[in-house]
């Protein structure tokens, strides 16, 4: 089954850190550009991280300094490690990779979200 399979959510104080996890399965010839977003209740979608395949980053101001992404593409997997949450960070959380299948075809997945909430 083609898809983005998302874990690591959950509940955290402030301060605390959470890791992501997002793993593609399916009939994949590649993958390019990974990548994480978030969405808090009344606001729209915002990019927190992406990466490409050779490992080139770029993160929102908000995620600087605090959240890291990485990936293996032998797992086919994109983490997002975030360090120092704060409530601010309370979101769900959506994986995203643009994927080439064996067809030849070419596609941006999207996870189906996991609830990150940071609070005492």
């Known amino acids: 089954q083609e898809q983005l399979v998302e874990s690591g959510g959950g509940l955290m104080h402030p301060g605390g850190s959470l890791r992501l996890s997002c793993a593609a399965s399916?009939?994949?010839?590649?993958?390019?550009?990974m990548g994480w977003y978030r969405q808090a209740p009344g606001n729209q979608r915002e990019l927190v991280a992406r990466?490409?395949?050779?490992?080139?980053?770029n993160y929102a101001d908000s995620a600087k300094g605090r959240f890291t992404i990485s990936r293996d593409n032998a797992k086919r997997t994109v983490y997002l490690q975030m360090n120092n949450l704060k409530p601010e960070d309370t979101a769900v959380y959506y994986c995203?990779?643009?994927?080439?299948?064996?067809?030849?075809?070419?596609?941006?997945?999207w996870g189906q979200g996991t609830q990150v909430t940071v609070s005492s």
């Open positions: 995203t990779a643009n994927v080439i299948l064996m067809t030849g075809s070419r596609t941006d997945w």
């Open positions: 399916g009939s994949i010839l590649t993958i390019a550009d």
């Open positions: 990466i490409t395949v050779s490992g080139r980053t």
